[in-house]
């Protein structure tokens, strides 16, 4: 069998971020409320598009809370 999931590819794209009170576990810098779209890409062809809010630390990219 035949495997193409190095062909499938995800990016994740911040359309907008605001700061917001609270620090980062991780870095313990500040946080930021943000717009995310991820993207799923096919041999680099999206088909699957979706957008959700974050608060992320736009410092080391990690995501503190998700929102569905
Ligand atoms: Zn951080």
Known sequence: MVCFCFLV???RKVRRSKPVAGSCSRCGRGASVVDIITQTRF???PFYCKSWKAI???F???I???YA
């Open 9 to 11: 590819d995800q990016r």
């Open 56 to 58: 992320m630390c736009t």
């Open 43 to 45: 041999c680099y062809v």
């Open 60 to 62: 080391c990219g990690a």
């Open 64 to 66: 503190l809370k998700s």
